[in-house]
């Protein structure tokens, strides 16, 4: 009788195991979910080593669950294609709702190109940027349709099985993944959706296809040697800015004779 009651227990805990997971994701270390794709590599990246700054191919996989089922069923718009979404959430505020769609990478993998900083709604980017400040995700995935000329022709689908609907993917503590400990180092130059013919027709910031060639460079990148030939300046939302800033923390890009470019964040203060 003891042992039988013994399997039972260890099959309601695998059972428990599994419906937690939610995701085919890995897990890191801290057991959130590792969202980076290796587009090098085509597979998981060891470990979230994005910052908010930073331009990354953020990627679910969603096998074994009953989102994987719904996207074999036929679309219910003619022409149409279903494919997954993602809502994402922070505590220090959410991020531009006109980015939150994923393409196919493989299989039951899809995923995009993400920037933080550059998608922020009420995310409050100057208390994210902080040396050494981690980020907490909480998120949601659910199915949606698209057509040629329809971004959203089907959404907020939920098929039996899924979470409840509303319900977030949760790892650890309400949240689904982190980013690594701010530097600094990593910033992105902007970029648009509507840079990439094919992709969606509208234009979104810090949102591009899934492993999209982002040009960035830190503060520490080797510069190219080349002459400057004119500078750029920008704000930390990525938005171009007329001159350069008087004061305050802004990112300065110098444009090389070669076409190629360095970016640094800059720190200025009046003296």
């Not at 709702?97 to 409050?124: H, S």
């Not at 510069?223 to 300065?252: M, R």
Request: charged share 20%; net charge negative; hydrophobic share 40%.
């Amino acid at each position: 009788m003891k042992k039988k009651f013994t399997l039972l227990i260890a099959a309601i805990v695998a059972v428990l195991v599994v419906e937690a997971q939610t995701l085919n994701n890995p897990k890191d270390a801290n057991d959130y979910f590792i969202v980076k794709w290796d587009c090098t590599n085509d597979t998981w990246a060891n470990s979230n080593d994005f910052e908010v700054d930073e331009a990354f191919t953020f990627a679910v996989d969603v096998t074994g669950t009953a989102l994987e089922e719904w996207l074999k069923e036929t679309p219910t718009n003619d022409g149409g294609t279903r494919s997954i979404a993602v809502n994402r959430w922070t505590g220090f505020g959410d991020f531009n709702g006109d980015c939150n769609r994923l393409k196919q990478i493989r299989g039951n993998i899809y995923g995009t190109t993400w920037c933080f900083t550059q998608m922020a709604g009420t995310f409050e980017i100057s208390e994210a940027t902080v040396p050494g400040t981690v980020t907490y995700f909480a998120m949601q995935v659910f199915g949606f349709e698209y057509t040629a000329d329809n971004a959203g022709a089907l959404w907020w689908q939920w098929p039996a099985g899924w979470l409840e609907v509303g319900a977030t993917v949760d790892a650890v503590e309400g949240n689904a993944f982190t980013s690594a400990p701010y530097t600094g180092t990593k910033t992105s130059i902007e970029f648009y959706a509507d840079d990439y013919d094919g992709f969606w027709t509208y234009t979104a910031g810090g949102y591009a296809p899934s492993c999209a060639s982002i040009d960035y460079t830190g503060i520490d990148a080797v510069a190219v040697d080349s002459p400057v030939v004119g500078h750029e300046y920008y704000n930390l939302q990525g938005v171009k800015l007329s001159k350069q800033p008087k004061s305050g923390l802004f990112i300065e890009k110098a444009k090389k004779a070669n076409g190629t470019s360095v970016a640094q964040k800059v720190l200025k203060t009046l003296k």
